[in-house]
């Protein structure tokens, strides 16, 4: 089969590669359907996440066809139209059962880190992915969604909506600050409703990501390189901070910014994955009786959020730009890796 492999930093190809096979009975082999691109491949790409090797298969997001399972798969057959988690569950470690999936303790990978594809293991970028613990972290599809809106349930809903909107503690009436709206800020967006909120300001550096927030839901935008964008939130709380301000960048700059706009007595969640250290003003903020979470998805929420999906609560297509071929998948990775000039919010790439 063809598969993107990554070749070490700044290197990718669109190769042939062998056919992935069950090696465990929990196993099922799935084709790729449709697959798209995530911030963290580039990251990969950039030599940010050394665990990654050279050879490895990018890609942890997806939506397939069941080809093959292995003999103790109970609960899915071969034809099964699935959504690939990007986190794998075990289903019995101590850790997936309290719904950390996250931190899977199946020795698949590596034991305690759930994600693993295109990282630990093959991943999803392919013409076809073995996927471990298959009764756990392969959801079926109902036929009424579609392959686009199903592809953002492997990582960016469940990454909004749980990292930011359940961390995030958001509650009926609440004003939350989305600060970066990329598709996973915008996600958190397209899910705050879900807990009540009330007002939800989508700030960012890009004007064209601000007019895509308001399409998911945000009902206020703040252009955060303009001085005085921190008043212009504060404005909108009447002076007094944010319930809940959501971290979706994943630098020093705009944690900081969270902590800034946060009402005594507020949640910041951070979200954004971070290369760098952060500081924490404790000097000022312990007096503000503020709580702070983090956290790497659990993707525990998927198959909830699909039933909302397939009521057309959550506009999942909507994160759909661009379209590719798998055989294109190159100018796929050229076309998201220029987002600010191509606009692009997510890349679906299909078989
Ligand atoms: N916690 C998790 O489990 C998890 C899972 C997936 C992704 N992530 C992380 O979430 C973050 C967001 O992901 P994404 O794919 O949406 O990223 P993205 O790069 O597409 O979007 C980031 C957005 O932040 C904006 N931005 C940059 N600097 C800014 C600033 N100073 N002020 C305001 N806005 C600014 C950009 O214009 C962009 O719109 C990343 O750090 C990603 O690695 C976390
Ligand atoms: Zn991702
Ligand atoms: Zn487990």
Known sequence: ???????????????????????????????IDTTTICGTDLHILKGDVPAVQAGRILGHEGVGTITDVGASVGNLKVGDRVIISCIKSCGHCTNCRTGLYSHCLGDEGQSGIGWIF??????????YVRVPYADNSLHRLPEE???????????????????????????????????????????????????????????????????????????????SGSSGWKEQVLALTDGLGVDVAIEAVGIPQTFEMATQVVRPGGNVANVGVHGKPVELHLEDLWIQNINISMGLVNANT????????????????????????????????DTFSRASETNALKVVITR
């Open 145 to 223: 969604v579609s392959d686009e809106q199903a592809v953002m349930l492997s990582d960016i809903l469940p990454t909004g909506f749980e990292i930011g909107i359940q961390y995030g503690r958001v509650k009926p009436g609440d004003t939350v600050a989305v600060i970066g709206a990329g598709p996973v800020g915008l996600a958190a967006i397209a899910t705050a409703g879900l807990y009540g909120a009330a007002t939800i300001i989508a700030i960012d550096l890009d004007e064209n990501r601000l007019e895509q927030a308001k399409t998911f839901g945000a009902t206020e935008t703040v252009i």
């Open 1 to 31: 089969m063809k598969a993107l492999v990554y070749g070490g930093p700044g290197q990718k190809s669109w190769q042939d590669v062998p056919d992935p096979r069950i090696v465990k009975p929990t196993d099922a082999i799935v084709r």
């Open 302 to 333: 998927t198959p909830m959020l699909l039933k909302l999906v397939a009521q057309q609560k959550i506009p999942a297509e909507k994160f759909a730009t661009h379209r590719f071929t798998l055989d294109n998948i190159l100018d796929a990775y």
């Open 118 to 127: 295109g990282h630990l293991i093959d991943g999803t970028q392919a013409e």
